[in-house]
């Protein structure tokens, strides 16, 4: 049964503060994960993408994946009022193209 | 951004009209879906295109039809629309492979009254 959980939130911080984003899984079949920001009433952009267990940076954002707990997460460094939005988890298990399945989403704010 | 064009943006329609919605990619890629997104229940899978005229249902598709004549193009049909298909209506694209990245259009705002 394909199922991700993630916290709707809102989660608030302060700017500059380091932001933990997370979701769990219980499909043992997904190998391709991938965080997304979405803006209101914007369409979901592609953050970052990575392939089985391990970590990976990108500027200001770390993706990490921990397949034996079937956990993600994604980091926020010097998190700015631009990063608001709603961050989405989603994942694959390539095979059939059937698409993603979604987390609900996790509502940011960042307080100036 | 990737090169995804939806249209309309926006639409009103009555319940029990038919309506389509249009999503056109400059990409080439081979894979395209049609998800739809509600509060509390996040992006949910309608049908999905593996190729021209080859296309198969994903999680909610009762009342839609989908049709790809073309690689760039993917339709979206409601038969009949019902007020519980109001919702924002998102098409996405993905290269390669399935189930890896995909890219977002911006969305169809589609309203039943």
């Known amino acids: 049964q394909k199922e991700v959980e993630q916290d709707p939130g809102p989660l608030s911080v302060p700017e500059g503060a380091i932001v933990s984003l997370n979701c769990t899984y219980s499909?043992?079949?997904?190998?391709?994960f991938m965080w997304y920001r979405q803006y209101s009433r914007k369409g979901p952009e592609l953050l970052m993408y990575?392939?089985?267990?391990g970590n990976k940076e990108d500027g200001r954002f770390t993706a990490q994946v921990d397949k034996s707990s079937k956990y993600i997460s994604l980091f926020i460094r010097d998190s700015q009022p631009s990063d608001s939005a709603t961050y989405l988890c989603?994942?694959?298990?390539?095979?059939?193209?059937?698409?993603?399945?979604f987390g609900k989403g996790t509502h940011l704010i960042i307080q100036p | 951004d990737a090169g995804i064009t939806q249209s309309p943006r926006h639409k009103v329609t009555e319940t029990g009209t038919p309506v389509t919605l249009r999503c056109h990619q400059t990409?080439?890629?081979?894979?395209m879906y049609w998800y739809r997104q509600d509060p509390g229940h996040g992006l949910r899978l309608i049908h999905y295109s593996y190729g021209v005229k080859d296309t198969d249902k994903g999680e909610v598709s009762d009342g839609y039809s989908v049709s790809r004549s073309k690689t760039e193009d993917f339709l979206l049909t409601l038969e009949s629309a019902t007020s519980s298909q109001t919702s924002v209506y998102f098409c996405a694209i993905s290269e390669n492979s399935p189930n890896t990245e995909a890219f977002f259009g911006q969305g169809t705002r589609l309203t039943v009254v």
């Open positions: 499909n043992s079949a997904f190998q391709y």
């Open positions: 989603a994942m694959g298990s390539g095979g059939g193209a059937d698409g993603l399945t």
């Open positions: 990575t392939y089985s267990s």
């Open positions: 990409e080439n890629h081979r894979y």
